[in-house]
């Protein structure tokens, strides 16, 4: 599923236009993003929680060279399922 396939099923369930689903869930991701960005977790009871993590400095290689380059450490988001969740999927 993408976003408009999400946007459609959204706009379906609730019973509002596509228009107004679409603002809901931009809406939605931009105040996960921005939270996420300043250290805060976001916690969805039942789905999961989205953090931010480090990510240590560490050596890799080019898959085309084989030539062994430096990865730079960096922060990266992170996703945890819920119990809901990983429950639904079994």
Request: charge should be positive; proline fraction near 3%.
């Amino acid at each position: 599923m993408n976003k408009a396939q999400l946007i459609e099923a959204v706009a379906k369930t609730t019973k509002v236009t596509k228009v107004d689903a679409e603002m809901v869930l931009n809406s939605a991701l931009d105040a996960i993003k921005k939270s996420v960005k300043k250290g805060e977790d976001v916690t969805l009871i039942g789905f999961g929680t989205f953090t931010k993590t480090k990510r240590k400095a560490r050596s890799g290689r080019n898959p085309q060279t084989g030539k062994e380059i430096k990865i730079p450490a960096m922060t990266v988001p992170k996703f945890r399922a819920g119990r809901e969740f990983k429950d639904a999927l079994k």
